[in-house]
């Protein structure tokens, strides 16, 4: 079974720039969560979707959106890129919304801002 | 203070080593517990769930203190392949946020 996947693997861009960054979930899955790993650090959570609702959201800035289409992949959205936006984007999915459960995660995508 | 806090190491210990991670969490209303593992420039890959009874799999033992909130991570007779970063993750609510430590680096050697 294919795991999470994620495109692209790597983006740079430019300060100002927009970006969007797409997840597709394990077969079977319904929830989606975004998280950004620094350089160093743990990954820090951005958005969770499940069933197409936003149902948490880090704290982040409103220049980060997301959504979830009816096949469960998400897009998550950043405007007016900054330096400090230059990271790796995870995307995890899991199977359900609550409770004690598992998420996996897909390889990312590096995203660099000059 | 960091909701997750974890030694970032690293950890040097020989080929056959025993060694043991610790981590802290703050908020005591946490519901679940997982270790993950990242490889360098890779992604997290879940190494196991900690459960209140504390549970095994292999040579890697976890363990869960509520009371203190603790959680720890043993791993028996070490590989060179054991060596990346390891991630305490805790679940502080219902939905889907996973809060991560900082992670803590491992490094087997020969």
């Known amino acids: 079974d294919a795991g999470v996947t994620q495109s692209p693997t790597h983006l740079i861009k430019t300060r100002g720039q927009h970006v969007t960054l797409r997840c597709s979930p394990i077969?079977?899955?319904?929830?989606v969560s975004w998280y950004q790993q620094v350089l160093g650090q743990g990954p820090q959570f951005i958005f969770q979707y499940y069933e197409k609702e936003e149902r948490g959201r880090g704290n982040f800035p409103d220049r980060f959106s997301a959504r979830q289409f009816p096949n469960y992949s998400s897009e998550l959205n950043v405007n007016a890129l900054l330096l400090g936006d230059s990271a790796l984007y995870l995307c995890?999915?899991?199977?359900?919304?609550?409770?004690?459960?598992?998420?996996?995660f897909g390889p990312g995508t590096r995203l660099t801002v000059t | 203070r960091k909701e997750v806090e974890q030694d970032p190491g690293p950890f040097n210990v020989p080929e056959g080593a025993t060694v043991a991670f610790n981590c802290t969490y703050s908020?005591?209303?946490?519901?679940?517990f997982f270790w993950y593992r990242q490889d360098c420039r890779k992604e997290p890959k879940l190494l196991m769930s900690?459960?209140?009874s504390g549970n095994e799999d292999g040579r890697f033992t976890a363990q869960l203190n509520r009371a203190s909130q603790y959680i720890s991570l043993l791993i028996r007779d070490s590989k060179l392949s054991d060596s990346a970063t390891y991630l305490c993750?805790?679940?502080?609510?219902?939905?889907?946020?996973?809060?991560f430590g900082g992670g803590t680096r491992l490094m087997v050697k020969p």
């Open positions: 900690v459960y209140s």
């Open positions: 993750v805790v679940n502080n609510n219902a939905g889907n946020m996973l809060t």
């Open positions: 995890a999915s899991s199977l359900r919304r609550g409770g004690s459960y598992e998420q996996y």
């Open positions: 077969s079977g899955h319904k929830s």
């Open positions: 908020n005591s209303a946490s519901q679940s």
